[in-house]
């Protein structure tokens, strides 16, 4: 399975970015797909992630500012992003988890205050 995430950047506080993660040599349909991020020196945390049925869940300091979603037919998730903060800046990585837990290269977003 190969995770392409894109959409990064840099942004102002406030702004909004939407992230994608292009799945390929896997069909995302049976999967849990999930965003995570890391800042230097730090683990990497859950952002969110989507069940293959559709079931949600967030970390509590994205909730109701980050959505994720996901297109079967595109085999790509997604994350918009809203109401951005300085410590949202981090690396965001797109997970795919069936059984084993594939990653992408991850993509940079940075906030400035």
């Known amino acids: 399975v190969q995770l392409q995430a894109s959409g990064g950047g840099l942004v102002q506080a406030g702004g909004s970015l939407r992230l994608s993660c292009a799945a390929s040599g896997s069909r995302i349909s049976f999967a849990t797909m999930g965003w995570y991020r890391q800042t230097p020196g730090k683990e990497r945390d859950l952002v969110a992630t989507i069940t293959n049925t559709g079931g949600t869940d967030y970390a509590d300091s994205v909730k109701d500012r980050f959505t994720i979603s996901r297109d079967n037919a595109k085999n790509t998730v997604y994350l918009q992003m809203n109401s951005l903060k300085p410590e949202d800046t981090a690396v965001y990585y797109c997970?795919?988890?069936?059984?084993?837990?594939?990653w992408g290269k991850g993509t940079q977003v940075t906030v400035s205050s």
């Open positions: 997970n795919f988890r069936i059984v084993y837990d594939y």
